[in-house]
């Protein structure tokens, strides 16, 4: 708004000002990015279109996707695997985000004593290795040594599901702080103003307190649906590379390590591998384009 | 107010410093190691000749070192061999990198296969078809490291495991049991065991692998008739759906009665762990297994090899060629690496190697004394019973379906009962008949 009512002739016989120090502060970040994620990125997806043949590898354009989408053995798989990462984070999305307000609202509560031991407490599973939770979670699940009699993690009805929430158990720690930050800081003019105008505790959490943190809630899910559909370790620690029984746990993660190193007789296919990769980023991409277009946009937001 | 060009320029000037700085010692760690190879000739001044064996056995270094190598310097006092291994799961990726960059060792453990093949048609090892001592290995022994031709062989064939099952000696001697010979025998040994509430067999179906190796390719060649249905199989003449590989899923699909609650969860070394514990009584076993269970059960073991099925006169085992060794075809001392090499097919060789890895078996015809008395017992199903190997090894899995991975996930399912045992068999046919044309 001001720069438009400033006078034009006052810009044009100024230079812009060369500023150095915005290169210096920026290039460490472009490089190391450039670097790392996006020349890797880029490269894998050329090499997604090219093939071997006769040990020679040769553009072939898109036949790779083409093939993966088309041959039945390969789509199957290959949907199989993006039906059960949506699975996996669907049960993050439905299971972590109320569970991780519950906990923060409890955090947040002023009656609460003992909050710094809660809070670490809680936080603790999300900074411990994905090894160490499979591991422990298997024995607590294991029919010889655990607690439970049914084999949760060798049924293909309950597997997904119960790795999911093994996940969740380990990752609740981040949307809570997150939104714990979002109602501590809430200010208390705000909360007191609401209190005279006669709203009880229920009202000032769903009228006052939920409006802003729901773009926080935007925030979590679309953290977790990136992380979620990358996600890899935890089923390759419980359930191997196959990701048994029958495929039921396999993700794309699994899928992509499978097709890329291969798996024990199996050879790998770097150029497939690069084509399951590509698939898995323009389903990332899509989803976080979707939640920037269609949620973030169109969400109120309110200055504190 | 101008600032000075220091100033100014300070900013600039230091990130420019920290990426050179950043640079600067970036040398690539390998120019170092290289020369170290290739340089010294492998001569260290009085006539000694330095070989190095590349393998993925990082556990059997002491092993190497103390045992085999210094009976090997003794009779070539000139030879000098380092034994050099890998972790098991780098060793393919790390190898063939040391080879394309000429850095690989003069000797290299050979994995079965195609992963050999194609290092072998990449020029990367030595026909050793003409190797004096090569005589004493069978077809069998050889097939896992030979041309899809038969014409050349590429590596000495060195190890084996064979299949079978172990068991608890003090469990059967509580309730009389004897070894099960036929498979009817087998299940009523089992049903006894169950009977007391003990856990008859011990394995589970988590991993899948167990399934399908300790499983279905444990059992599976008295139905085939060992390398006889394996060669079919490749040659087109019998298919997967052929009744005796049903009935191998069949068989398989009765032993969910007698593993332990809940097997569909239950991992490798979780059955290891309730065997070892006494928990329970026969474990479907590969032989590498004998080293571990002596170290941890402090009860007596006892093997028998998979029962016979009804009909069935001659036994067969599952004696699995696992390990070979071979020459690099660009060592600067290829006489002094096929000495050692025609030194690993005496007999003398297949001795020590035996007795120190018990579970893994010389592929020699050479007899040999083992001094473990299990090891000794499966070594001996070699003289009633025919040898052959899994029968997915060899050429049916090159393709897509990966025959293998195939065989695990139905192998567990057959198991655990989400399939039926025809249709997991139809299943495994179709995969073949989508890529190999001798069976379309």
């Known amino acids: ?38 020349y890797p990125l880029l490269d894998s997806m050329r090499l997604s279109m090219f093939a071997p043949r006769d040990g020679v590898r040769v553009f072939v354009g898109l036949e790779n996707f083409v093939h993966l989408l088309t041959d039945d053995l390969l789509s199957d798989r290959f949907w199989n695997a993006v039906w059960n990462n949506l699975i996996f984070f669907g049960v993050h999305f439905v299971v972590q985000n109320p569970i991780g307000l519950l906990l923060a609202a409890l955090l947040s509560a002023p009656v609460l004593r003992g909050r710094a031991t809660y809070r670490t ?31 949760l993690l060798g049924q293909s009805s309950t597997a997904l599901l119960t790795l999911s929430l093994m996940s969740v158990w380990q990752y609740i720690g ?11 800081g809430i200010p208390d003019e705000l909360l007191e103003a609401s209190r005279v105008d006669g709203a009880n505790g229920w009202q000032i959490f769903w009228r ?30 419980v359930k191997g590379a196959l990701a048994g029984p029958d495929f039921a746990t396999d993700i794309m993660g699994t899928l992509f390590y499978r097709t890329f190193f291969g798996f024990q007789l199996q050879r790998g296919s770097s150029t497939m591998g690069a084509t399951v990769a590509t698939m898995m980023f323009l389903l990332i991409l899509a989803g976080v384009l979707f939640y920037f277009y269609g949620w973030q946009r169109r969400i109120e937001r309110y200055q504190l | 107010m101008p600032k000075p060009l220091l100033r100014r320029a300070a900013a600039p000037l230091v990130g420019v410093l920290l990426i050179i700085s950043g640079c600067g010692e970036s040398e690539d760690p390998r120019d170092g190691a290289a020369p170290a190879d290739n340089g010294d000739n492998g001569d260290t001044g009085n006539g000694e000749v330095q070989l190095v064996i590349e393998s993925w056995r990082n556990d059997d270094l ?160 008295n139905y085939w008739n060992g390398e006889q249905g394996r060669q079919a199989l490749i040659e087109g003449e019998q298919r997967f759906d052929d009744d005796a590989y049903v009935s191998v899923f ?44 002596r170290e941890q059960a402090d009860f007596e073991m006892g093997a028998f090899p998979p029962p016979l099925p009804e009909g069935q006169g001659q036994c067969y085992i599952s004696d699995h060629t696992d390990i070979g060794i071979g020459m690099n075809a660009d060592t600067d001392h290829p006489e002094e690496a096929r000495t ?101």
């Open chain 2, 62 to 221: 002491g092993i190497w070192e103390d045992v085999i190598l210094p009976a090997f310097h003794e009779q070539h006092p000139n030879i000098q061999v380092t034994f050099q291994p890998s972790a098991p799961d780098e060793y393919n990726a790390a190898l063939e990198a040391k080879l394309a960059g000429g850095t690989a060792g003069d000797l290299i453990t050979c994995r079965p296969f195609d992963v050999a093949l194609q290092l072998y048609e990449a020029g990367h090892l030595t026909a050793l078809t003409d190797l004096p001592g090569m005589d004493a290995f069978d077809d069998v022994a050889r097939s896992a490291w030979i041309t899809d031709d038969g014409s050349d062989v590429f590596c000495v064939p060195m190890a084996s495991v064979i299949h079978g099952f172990l068991y608890n000696t003090e469990v059967f001697d509580e309730l009389g049991l004897e070894e099960p010979a036929t498979e009817e025998d087998f299940h009523e040994v089992l049903d006894q065991i169950a009977a007391e509430d003990i856990t008859p067999l011990v394995m589970g179906t988590a991993d899948q692998w167990e399934a399908a190796t300790m499983g279905f390719q444990n059992i599976g060649p």
């Open chain 1, 1 to 38: 708004m001001t720069a438009s009512l400033r006078p034009a002739a006052s810009r044009v016989g100024r230079r812009p000002r060369f500023r150095p120090h915005l290169w210096v502060f920026l290039a460490p970040a472009v490089l190391i990015y450039t670097v790392f994620m996006v």
């Open chain 1, 174 to 184: 981040i949307p809570m702080i997150l939104f714990y930050a979002v109602l501590i």
């Open chain 1, 208 to 237: 006052v307190k939920f409006p802003l943190i729901l773009p926080t809630i935007g925030i979590v899910s679309v953290i977790t649906y990136v992380a979620n559909m990358n996600a890899f370790d935890l089923i390759y620690t």
């Open chain 2, 340 to 440: 050692f090499l025609e030194w690993t097919t005496t007999a003398e060789f297949a001795e020590l190697y035996a007795n120190s890895l018990p579970g893994f078996f010389p592929l020699s015809d050479h007899s040999v004394e083992l001094d473990d008395p299990l090891a000794q017992e499966f070594l001996d199903w070699r003289d009633d019973c025919e040898s052959t190997i899994r029968n997915s090894y060899q050429i049916l899995s090159r393709g897509e379906p990966n025959l293998e991975n195939e065989l695990w996930d139905l192998s567990a399912q057959v198991i655990n009962g989400t399939i039926e045992p025809r249709a997991a068999a139809e299943r495994a046919q179709e995969g073949l008949e989508r890529w190999y044309e001798p069976q379309q």
């Open chain 1, 121 to 151: 407490l809680l936080f603790i599973p999300t900074t411990l290795s994905v090894v160490i939770v499979g591991f422990i979670w298997q024995l607590i699940l294991s029919p010889a040594w655990g607690l439970v009699e049914t084999p």
């Open chain 2, 250 to 293: 069949d068989e398989l699909a009765s032993w969910a009665d007698y593993l332990p609650n809940g097997y569909e969860a239950i991992t490798y070394p979780d059955s290891q762990n309730l065997f070892t514990l006494g928990q329970g009584a026969i474990f479907p076993a590969g032989s590498w297994e004998i080293a571990l269970f």
